[in-house]
């Protein structure tokens, strides 16, 4: 999967953590079943615009939270880059999404 991915799971992962709670009650909190929650952690699946959503409410954090990779100056740049990524790709499923219509 792509970078963006793996953060995204290294973040929902750690800020559950944070939190002290299981992936079982992330998965209830958030609506999605549990194999799903680990496939996201572990960044096997790619979830929706909708599911990320769900799991960054359930977290209580903002949903570009989770794809910050790093907060030092240094990662600011690479940040950046990767929020661009995920702004591209967004873009390409709503045209797409748009168009099959």
Not at 24 to 40: D, H, N, R
Not at 65 to 94: A, C, H, M, R, W
Request: net charge neutral.
């Amino acid at each position: 999967m792509s970078e963006i991915i793996t953060i995204l799971g290294n973040n929902i992962k750690r800020i559950r953590k944070e939190k002290e709670w299981t992936q079982e009650y992330l998965a209830e909190k958030a609506g999605i079943s549990v194999p799903f929650m680990t496939q996201i952690e572990l960044a096997r699946k790619q979830p929706s615009l909708e599911v990320i959503e769900k799991i960054a409410n359930a977290l209580d954090v903002p949903y570009d939270v989770l794809f910050i990779n790093d907060v030092s100056p240094e990662g600011k740049s690479k940040n950046t880059q990767l929020y661009e990524q995920f702004l591209k790709k967004i873009e390409f499923d709503i045209h797409n999404f748009i168009n099959n219509r």
